[in-house]
């Protein structure tokens, strides 16, 4: 049993995360959240207060924290007595705040994959490059390191395991389909971090097809999927986090990521692109001020979280898996849709970052009950999915399933 | 009669200014250029020398000044016995330039409207704001201050009144229209500095009609133009530092500008302006460094002056005119055809720097010979335009007419 919470970061995920385990502090105690900007944790721990949010009495405090400063976090967590650290900081912190876990002893949750702000989209598989290298000393240490606990990164990944464990026999492929059919009905803006969003679609896109690596080009290969709820939705294949450890996990199968696009956000993206105004990389200007480019764009979008009360529409991501059971080929898509409005209703975030925000909540609280306390470092599919969808079902993301593949019949994941 | 030159600027227009000059200097003695960074002159100097473009063995010198600096432009202007400045620097050094030239007697020649860098599109008529308050200076110690010297503005100012002169008793509208129908073969490119081209279309479009000023947006109208050689011409009404001073002179007659602009460009310019990355107003980054998004997509963009080797096709410009004449409606359209690749050819500059850069050194012969030596401020149109074409004629654009209107007879200027 571990108890009380440590939230690195303050953005909408954030937000969702103060929320949720607000809703749930009689499973996991104290309440904390850090940034490096003290007001913006503020007003996160404002709006749980506006809602009601916390479930029992209890510790909420907000923190200032370098989150770069790997022993700053340290005395943080020393501080609180936090022994669950859910990191929802910016992906450049990652190293820096698992090693604080791995320090102090607590639990370590994040929701994407470590980046490194001079690289984009690393040699797969990416977690080899920073996370992995620290399993060892996890497991020596028994310190519980679960990685990429989001939606996707995260849920998806349960979904593949799932699939595979109650469907086949053997894993043939797994598609994993991201679509945001909602309306922010601004001109343009990214649903999360507008930084950490162009560099997922500035470089090369890695897959995972006949037991090796492959590489494509971003918009190269669209597809237009039949879903749910959302309808036919047009997806392009794209690199993200999941496909480097499901193709390490699961090398027999074929693993594929696809990201709902429309033509417009293309459009915009790629004369930003073309431009080069999406470089991570410095330029000068004439004045010989260096500056990033895409901290420029950044800078100009909306913030995601400002999109929220006006976000209308529905999210569907899934899996669909395919693989032999008995000898014959069988195919299942699982899947979850969340509501924009919805997520805003309740805690104030739109859909994008509700769907991030919640599951990582339903691992710490899997980590305080001991069912995922796994005293070593886990991607999600390496973990009982069953529990996580029991969870996830009662706060507000439920998993559901077409037998048969997409169309086929549809049903609650435990019917 | 007035001697020696002193070029003020090193971008893509001074050196053809430079290359023209050189070409010149039995009438314009020695050629002086001058930029805050001395290696950019030196190359320009280079080039010439590369060309062997100078008519007689003359002085052809490169210095650094900062032209921002009233006292150290005139300092430079006194030690290099310059008596004619040209100025083809960023549109914010001119006042300071003009300033430099109060003070020392020396001509001054510009070829755009005077910027604040903080401000875009300011209120008509434009020159009011800044140069023409120093007009009665300028008459009262006798210093000769040629505005707009350029093409548009410019030449196109001289198109107006010699169509009005000779051809009209009244004149009742002019349309001037410039087409770049030439292909640079990149992604997206300005023609001139991009921070001055964007500025000029991210405001508010004044023009002149029915005796007062009136407003519109950006691409609001368009119009197809049937020009000679370059053909069906798209263009949309703009915003024109010429517009500002011919509503003044003619007040009698709609002034309006049209610019030519293909739908690619008006793709790119509408994602980055309504993205906010052409604002002149700094933003801060999430580091909580200060950018003008403006300069950061000047600094991604290609270098205009890299455009001229691979440049092809021409460039058309000029002004149709309505008036009456003996109670009869009149029309003529005046203009003129570059070619980029003659452009590169002759001063290893593209087409758009070339009808730029042309015509101040042609004002400048005109100020040497006395013929424009006006010891007061002057709009082009507000100088004898024949003895200005007879010279375009000989060193590179000359002008031609279509009597009747577009697609009339069409004939040079003095045939």
Redo the contacts between chains.
């Keep these: 049993m571990k108890q009380n919470v440590l939230i690195i970061g303050a953005g909408g995920v954030a937000q969702v995360v103060a929320h949720k385990c607000a809703q749930n502090n009689d499973v996991l105690g104290d309440i904390h959240i850090a940034s490096r900007t003290l007001s913006k944790c503020e007003a996160i721990l404002e709006s749980v207060r506006e809602k009601g949010a916390m479930k029992q009495e209890g510790v909420l405090e907000a923190h200032q924290v370098d989150a770069m400063d790997s022993a700053a976090v340290a005395a943080l967590i020393n501080k609180t007595g936090a022994q669950i650290v859910i990191n929802v900081g910016s992906a450049f912190v990652n190293m820096t705040v698992m090693d604080a876990c791995i320090e102090t002893g607590a639990a370590y949750i994040d929701t994407a994959i470590h980046e490194d702000p001079t690289k984009i989209c690393e040699t797969p598989p990416w977690y080899a490059n920073y996370e992995w290298k620290k399993r060892d000393l996890c497991a020596e240490k028994g310190v519980t390191a679960i990685l990429g606990a989001g939606f996707d990164p995260g849920v998806v990944n349960a979904f593949a395991r799932f699939a595979i464990d109650e469907y086949m026999d053997e894993v043939k492929s797994i598609d994993i389909v991201d679509i945001n059919a909602g309306s922010h009905g601004k001109?343009?803006a990214t649903n999360f971090d507008p930084?950490i969003n162009f560099r997922e679609f500035t470089g090369v896109v890695y897959y995972w097809e006949d037991q090796q690596w492959k590489e494509k080009k971003m918009f190269e290969t669209g597809h237009d999927w039949e879903l749910p709820v959302v309808g036919t939705s047009r997806a392009y294949q794209s690199g993200h986090d999941e496909v480097h450890s499901l193709a390490t996990n699961y090398p027999q199968a074929d693993v594929r990521f696809w990201m709902g696009f429309g033509d417009h956000y293309i459009?915009?993206f790629t004369?930003?692109q073309?431009?080069?105004?999406l470089?991570e990389q410095p330029?000068?200007?004439?004045?010989g001020?260096e500056?990033?480019?895409l901290?420029?764009?950044?800078?100009?979008?909306p913030d995601p979280s400002s999109l929220a009360p006006n976000y209308t529409g529905k999210t569907c991501i899934g899996d669909l898996v395919k693989g032999t059971k008995d000898g014959q080929d069988v195919e299942v898509f699982v899947y979850n849709v969340a509501d924009h409005k919805d997520a805003y209703n309740e805690v104030g975030s739109q859909g994008i970052s509700y769907t991030a925000g919640v599951p990582p909540v339903a691992a710490a609280m899997l980590v305080a009950t001991g069912e995922w306390d796994a005293k070593t470092m886990k991607n999600v599919e390496e973990l009982d999915p069953k529990p996580f969808f029991t969870i996830l079902d009662n706060i507000g993301l439920p998993t559901r399933v077409q037998v048969g593949g997409l169309g086929g019949e549809d049903k609650a994941w435990n019917e």
Tied chains: 1, 2.
């Excluded at 330029?283 to 004045?287: I, L, S």
């Excluded at 901290?295 to 979008?301: D, E, H, R």
Aim: no cysteine; net charge positive.
């Design positions: 001109y343009f930084e459009n915009v004369v930003l073309n431009l080069g105004l470089s330029v000068k200007t004439a004045e001020q500056v990033v480019p901290k420029v764009v950044k800078a100009v979008l």
